[in-house]
């Protein structure tokens, strides 16, 4: 079947540090991926998203590289802010499928 | 552009009660979906709507079901309430196949 793993929070770091979210995937044919950000008590944003292998999707200073060797598509930032604190979800969407695949999330917490 | 609306935000319900919960689409897109959310979780797709019609189904049990009206709006409607239904009820809006965009949700508690 198809599924996403994150690694799992939650994940604290200091302002201006480096940020890596792992994720990895499962999927039965060629998945698009996403990373979504959900700030408190909102619904979700898409950040970034990378349609085929090797691709590299890039937003507000995240990016990810679809990596379809290691089937995997991490999440990183080099100088994270107090305002990047959130829970990010990593998703997959089977071409001609209807729905995505989010993995758990991972909740950020970025201190001053 | 209102983006995509849900409501009510927040409701609280009693076990064995029905539960109706709305969503008005982004403006311009003709697909609606629902997903669930349990608390520290991911979100799990339970169906989605194109065209008035119940175009795929997640694993959610018949006291799931949903409607979407001519205006693209969508209902989702669950029967029989249980604890375990408490969960951030989320709909997405998308035209066709394209990027969907989510609604901030209804908070739903069963007690």
């Known amino acids: 079947g198809n599924s996403v793993t994150q690694m799992e929070g939650p994940v604290t770091l200091s302002e201006e540090a480096f940020l890596t979210i792992n994720c990895t995937y499962t999927?039965?044919?060629?998945?698009?991926l996403f990373w979504y950000v959900q700030y408190p008590g909102e619904g979700l944003q898409l950040l970034l998203k990378a349609t085929k292998a090797d691709d590299k999707g890039s937003n507000k200073g995240f990016e990810a590289t679809y990596r379809k060797e290691t089937t995997s598509f991490h999440l990183e930032k080099g100088s994270v802010q107090v305002s990047d604190s959130a829970v990010y979800f990593c998703a997959l969407l089977i071409q001609g499928a209807q729905k995505l695949v989010f993995g758990q999330g991972t909740r950020l917490t970025i201190n001053p | 552009d209102a983006g995509v609306t849900q409501s009510p935000t927040h409701l609280i319900k009693t076990r064995g009660q029905q539960v109706t919960l709305r969503c008005s689409p982004k403006?311009?897109?003709?697909?609606v979906s629902w997903y669930q959310q349990a608390l520290g979780q991911g979100p799990q797709f339970i169906f989605q709507?194109?065209?008035?019609?119940?175009?795929q189904r997640g694993n959610f049990p018949d006291r799931f079901s949903g409607h979407q009206f001519p205006n693209y709006s969508s209902e989702l409607n669950v029967n029989a309430l249980l604890l375990g239904d408490s969960a951030l009820y989320l709909c997405?809006?998308?035209?066709?196949?394209?990027?969907?965009?989510f609604g901030q949700g209804t908070r739903l508690t069963v007690v």
């Open positions: 709507y194109y065209e008035e019609e119940e175009r």
């Open positions: 403006s311009g897109h003709d697909t």
């Open positions: 999927a039965t044919g060629y998945p698009s």
């Open positions: 997405a809006s998308s035209l066709g196949q394209g990027e969907a965009f």
